[in-house]
């Protein structure tokens, strides 16, 4: 098949995103992430990759968080030997991303050996930290809008909001241009600029993280500050469960923002976050990208008390309130933030404060649902705090701002395809963009092959 795309991943699931390019008897591959959530999903990262990682020319990564870049250790591993293209943030908080990635995955299949909380013996780590070491070695960085040859491929790495080093990638091979979206960010983003317009495309794949909903009216800034008010005054603990690259900047920025017009009380504010504190040298060598002043900048960073060691991390959960604790991850799949709900979500003096989007089969998205027993280091741990859930915290384009940006095309895309979205959301946002732009779009299937040039209503191929 000539200049063929094909859907490894981010097909009805908000995770897994990887999209192999193959021209002229290369192969590139866009974005190399990790399956998170349901069992079934996450199952797919044990499985040999859909194809030989040795036959991969280069990839190409839109920007760093996990589920676009969390599987490259393991490709590395086991056989990749081209280069990882990214834009210079991308590349930077990559570093900080995988290394920890590899650390927590090994220091979690420790705690299930000495734990026997694993049916595997002995339970082992999907890649280690020193795997991912030798997938950052692979990394080459690039500035935006400079043009480049991937594999034979023309690549351009276009803003797109969303977090620091964040793109989206254009490519024209074999006559036809090929735009990924990546996570498209917002353009009333507190912390990050708008992603810049749609240029002309002959195949677009969007993402639909949001493609069912609009994010509320209400200003996130407010609310949050409502919470943190009533709580604090009251005595409790605020959790702020943050993605470390992203989100965690946001919120201090609008509790900065609080505490400076007195609307929040002055209580101790942590972030436990060593990643997130370390991103945030990262956010200040690339002013260009962000809305934050050097002032609001310094004044976000001295808000907080910077917690890096384990050993302070463990004296947080017996200080007790009022305080506020941003601490990672934003899905409650892992990290510090785990033994945080396990020491404060037993009392209803507390909140628990879900900041950005929760795929299926997290903690994050069964408190958001509702239930309120969560399975924590292999212990019941009943959910008797607060929650809360503020959406519009989310640095994600809703449906009405994707078609808003995909308005701004000179020209129709001969074909769309909406991924990094569950179901509902695909589905729904395929039919607002027939309705709002006369657009065909469609939702590809897993492991599916299109020819670049064909119209959505033919795939080329379909792999099993």
Not at 204 to 228: A, M, N
Not at 313 to 332: D, E, F, Q, T, V
Not at 402 to 408: E, G, M
């Amino acid at each position: 098949m000539s200049g063929s795309l094909r859907f490894l991943g981010a097909t009805d699931t908000v995770t897994g995103s990887r999209y192999l390019v193959e021209s002229r008897g290369h192969r590139v591959l866009v974005d190399c992430g990790l399956f998170q959530g349901y069992k079934l999903l996450r199952e797919r990262n044990w499985r040999p990759f859909p194809v030989e990682p040795s036959s991969i020319d280069a990839v190409v990564i839109t920007h760093a968080h996990l589920d676009h870049t969390g599987y490259l250790p393991a490709l590395v591993r086991d056989g990749f030997r081209g280069r990882i293209h990214a834009t210079h943030g991308t590349a930077e908080l990559s570093e900080l991303i995988l290394r920890d990635s590899g650390r927590l995955l090994e220091e979690q299949a420790t705690f299930s050996d000495r734990h026997h909380t694993s049916r595997h013996s002995p339970p082992r780590p999907l890649y280690t930290e020193q795997d991912a070491l030798k997938a950052l070695e692979r990394f080459q960085a690039h500035p935006f809008d400079e043009g480049l040859e991937v594999a034979g491929v023309a690549a351009r790495f276009v803003p797109a909001g969303h977090i620091l080093g964040a793109a989206q990638v254009h490519l024209e091979t074999d006559g036809a241009r090929l735009h990924f979206t990546g996570d498209l960010g917002r353009p009333d983003d507190a912390l990050m600029r708008p992603p810049r317009s749609l240029e002309a495309t002959d195949v677009l794949v969007c993402e639909s993280t949001y493609g069912d909903r609009i994010h509320p009216g209400t200003d996130p800034e407010w609310s949050l500050g409502q919470i943190v008010r009533d709580v604090c005054s009251a005595g409790g603990v605020v959790i702020l469960p943050a993605f470390a690259v992203g989100r965690a900047e946001t919120l201090l920025l609008h509790l900065s923002r609080l505490r400076a017009r007195h609307v929040i009380p002055d209580v101790p504010i942590f972030l436990n976050s060593p990643m997130a504190v370390n991103a945030a040298e990262i956010y200040a060598r690339h002013p260009e990208e962000h809305r934050i002043r050097p002032d609001e900048f310094d004044a976000m960073y001295r808000l907080a008390t910077l917690v890096r060691s384990v050993d302070d991390s463990k004296l947080l959960n017996l200080r007790g309130g009022p305080a506020i604790i941003i601490s990672a991850s934003g899905m409650l799949e892992g990290g510090r933030v785990l033994h945080h709900i396990a020491a404060y979500g037993t009392d209803p003096h507390n909140a628990i404060v879900l900041t950005g989007f929760q795929a299926g089969g997290t903690r994050g998205d069964a408190l958001r649902r509702g239930e309120r027993s969560l399975r924590i280091f292999g212990h019941d741990v009943a959910i008797r705090a607060q929650v809360h859930s503020l959406d519009m915290l989310s640095a994600h384009a809703d449906a009405g701002q994707i078609v808003d940006w995909l308005s701004t095309a000179p020209t129709p895309p001969r074909a769309v395809y909406l991924t990094h979205g569950e179901p509902h959301a695909g589905d729904a946002l395929r039919t607002r963009i027939r309705r709002a732009l006369g657009w065909e779009a469609r939702v590809p299937e897993f492991g599916e092959a299109v020819a670049a040039t064909d119209s959505v209503s033919s795939p080329a191929a379909t792999a099993s």
